[in-house]
């Protein structure tokens, strides 16, 4: 008995430590348990064992340096060096190790930790209340995201003027349950999207509509979703798959933006087995969009019981992919420009990438608890992450790894307590600015001496108070 009860004492004294925690910071203690639940250092390292080509674990596990990643995306280090160096005792390599570690990773990797992650939180986004755009489907918005110039580290870059582009990456992503479910990483900036979505699609299903820009209007890419019996909505490419026939048009129906029509269409080379027949469908705006186009030609394969106004609205959820890659930028520190290698960038976005989920999954809990006081409660990302952030890093200094808290294996009861956790958070601390729309100004066109010069604020400022009445 007096052998245990020290090892008692010890155990209660941290118990009360993680409680303070979740009084005083929830939000932090909901990102380490949602951090814990989608990605385990020992799952990291299977999914690297299982899809690693040329790599070996050694004395570096590739779960470590998942870790260091994730604390650059999250802002609590400015660079992967500086993370390196912080946790230098406990790195059983040096930091040239480690950075050739990095520029290994193969983007096979990299796609597994994504699908994988975003099943692990899918079993528990399915403890909310169900979301369905379009209910029987799921939808999926795909879309490529260039990283910008890296800066010029590398030796073969120094003498080149022009800026560096380190790749890109095609992403699969799911606005019913505000995740990333599928990512295909490109080392080549030049390679066409085109390519990266042909891999993309082959984990296309039954009843799932995939919806993308005209970019994706190819006759590979939509032959490929009908033939493995997913939906698509693409917007109509100018050069577009050549058709055969085209039926007539139907009655024109308003919409909110405008009106809708439709028409059968067929493909000037018919693939067997193709049904139901494909649509084209315009819309016709009442307000130009950015570019100056007045009209909008979609093609669909979804059943005639799906009406055209119903694929105009949901054609408009591809924009909140674009929505999403704002937030990977703004909020979280996925275009690292430090790393100037293709493989190097490329896991830091998509460890970005496994963040925003965390983060996207956090936003629908806080929203889920406080539905009966807040029901038109929308979370900021940028504020939950400033309130993580904030804490997270006093969270692993305060309490060693065994004593951290983890998540449970059963998804119900994990999601029990991060509702008790997000309970505890303050709506109007997190809640979005909602702003109206900035008016436009015409800048016009000024004298590059003019635009060139630089003025004292102070003296502005001290000016305009003067001719205040």
Request: charged share 20%.
């Amino acid at each position: 008995m007096q052998g245990g009860f020290p090892a008692i004492w010890e155990h209660e004294i941290w118990q009360e430590v993680v409680e303070r925690f979740e009084q005083q910071a929830p939000g932090a203690v909901m990102a380490h348990l949602a951090l814990d639940h989608a990605l385990p250092a020992s799952w990291i390292d299977e999914v690297f064992q299982a899809h690693r080509q040329r790599q070996c674990p050694r004395e570096l596990l590739f779960s470590s340096v998942v870790e260091l990643m994730l604390l650059v995306t999250l802002g609590l280090r400015p660079s992967l060096h500086a993370a390196a160096r912080k946790m230098a005792d406990w790195l059983p390599v040096s930091l040239a190790a480690l950075y050739a570690k990095v520029q290994r990773t193969e983007p096979a990797v990299l796609r597994a930790l994504v699908q994988g992650s975003a099943e692990r939180l899918v079993s528990v986004c399915g403890c909310l209340p169900e979301r369905h755009s379009l209910p029987g489907w799921q939808l999926r918005v795909f879309d490529g995201n260039h990283l910008p110039a890296s800066q010029k580290r590398l030796g073969p870059l120094r003498g080149f003027r022009g800026a560096a582009l380190p790749g890109h990456t095609l992403v699969v992503y799911d606005p019913d349950s505000a995740l990333v479910c599928d990512i295909v990483a490109c080392e080549d900036a030049h390679q066409s999207e085109r390519t990266g979505a042909a891999a993309l699609i082959e984990r296309a299903q039954p009843q799932q509509v995939w919806i993308g820009d005209r970019h994706f209007c190819t006759q590979a890419i939509l032959l490929g979703l009908a033939e493995r019996g997913a939906g698509f909505i693409v917007r109509e490419h100018a050069r577009h798959p050549r058709l055969r026939a085209s039926g007539p048009w139907s009655p024109s129906t308003d919409i909110d933006t405008g009106q809708v029509r439709e028409q059968a269409i067929e493909l000037a080379e018919p693939h067997e087995g193709l049904s139901p027949p494909w649509r084209r469908i315009e819309i016709a705006l009442h307000t130009p969009t950015d570019a100056g186009d007045q009209t909008i030609v979609l093609w669909s394969n979804l059943p005639a019981q799906i009406d055209a106004p119903t694929l105009a609205r949901l054609y408009r959820q591809r924009w909140r992919i674009e929505g999403m890659f704002g937030r990977l930028e703004s909020v979280l520190n996925s275009e690292i420009k430090t790393l100037g290698h293709p493989r190097a960038a490329l896991l830091g976005f998509a460890a970005a990438v496994l963040a925003y989920n965390v983060l996207a999954l956090l936003k629908q809990f806080i929203e889920q608890a406080h539905r009966q006081t807040h029901p038109e409660l929308d979370v900021s990302t940028y504020h939950l992450a400033v309130d993580i952030t904030s804490d997270y890093g006093t969270l692993l200094r305060m309490l060693p790894p065994e004593q951290l808290p983890r998540a449970g294996p059963d998804p119900r009861q994990f999601a029990q307590h991060l509702l008790l956790l997000a309970r505890r958070m303050s709506p109007k601390q997190l809640a979005t600015s909602k702003r109206k729309p900035k008016p436009p100004q015409a800048k016009g066109y000024v004298d590059g001496s003019i635009a060139r010069s630089h003025v004292s604020t102070a003296r502005v400022l001290k000016q305009a108070a003067l001719k205040r009445p």
